[in-house]
């Protein structure tokens, strides 16, 4: 990825994702931490783009990590009839993603968890998808080799994974897409 890429996809992330935990809030409505990613949302022909990359389809089980409004998941439920499990640390972007996914019908295909990636289990997923930050996908690597299962595929909108040979890069609507799968064999994807 272009050093400027990276700038200019950071800089969105950092400018425009900030105030996501309003000052009305109640002390047990607030994240247990400050989120280690501002929340700004995937626009949806990006995340259309995300799910075809991953081939989802019906038998996945799909977690997004950092999931803000949850619409990855909700999106790959309409369309692919599959699980979903959206994990926020932010007890806000979890309320309004289960709003959603009740105003889309999903609510049973899908589920939203308060919790912190770096502790969340999330094993048994088919399809990982993320938008967070470059020294985030760096800290999360160990965690993404050691728990998914051999096959599994990673979708990562705007940032790569540094080490990591991507199978495939698309680009749409002027967003990178990654998109790796886990090796059998650890340290094959290493670059
Ligand atoms: C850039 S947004 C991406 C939202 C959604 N995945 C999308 O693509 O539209 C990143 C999200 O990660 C969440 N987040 C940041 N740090 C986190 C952590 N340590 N554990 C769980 N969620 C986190 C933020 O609250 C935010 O909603």
């Given amino acids: 990825m272009g050093i400027w890429k990276a700038a200019v996809g950071v800089a969105l992330l950092l400018g425009l994702g900030g105030a996501s935990v309003p000052p009305n809030l109640g002390r047990s409505e607030l994240p247990e931490r400050a989120p280690d990613v501002p ?5 949806q022909p990006v995340v259309d783009a995300m799910l075809e990359v991953a081939d989802v389809k019906p038998g996945d089980v799909l977690y997004d990590l950092g999931s803000g409004d949850g619409r990855i998941v909700v999106t790959a439920a309409q369309r692919f009839g599959v699980r979903g499990v959206g ?4 007890p806000e972007r ?9 105003a889309a019908g999903v609510e049973r295909l899908t589920e939203f968890r308060q919790e912190d990636i770096f502790k969340a289990d999330f094993g048994e997923a088919t399809v990982v998808t ?16 050691n728990e998914l299962k051999p096959g599994t595929r990673i979708v990562s909108h705007a940032f790569d994974i540094e080490g ?3 199978e495939r890069i698309i680009e ?3 967003r990178t897409i990654y998109f790796w799968v886990v090796p059998e ?7």
């Fill in 164 to 166: 990591w040979e991507p």
């Fill in 87 to 90: 994990i926020d640390i932010n």
């Fill in 130 to 145: 993320m938008y967070l930050l470059p020294s985030v996908n760096n800290r999360l690597k160990p965690k993404l080799l």
């Fill in 39 to 43: 929340y700004v949302p995937t626009p």
């Fill in 94 to 102: 979890v309320q309004e993603a289960e709003a959603n996914a009740r």
């Fill in 172 to 174: 749409t609507d002027g």
């Fill in 185 to 191: 064999t650890p340290g094959r994807g290493e670059r």
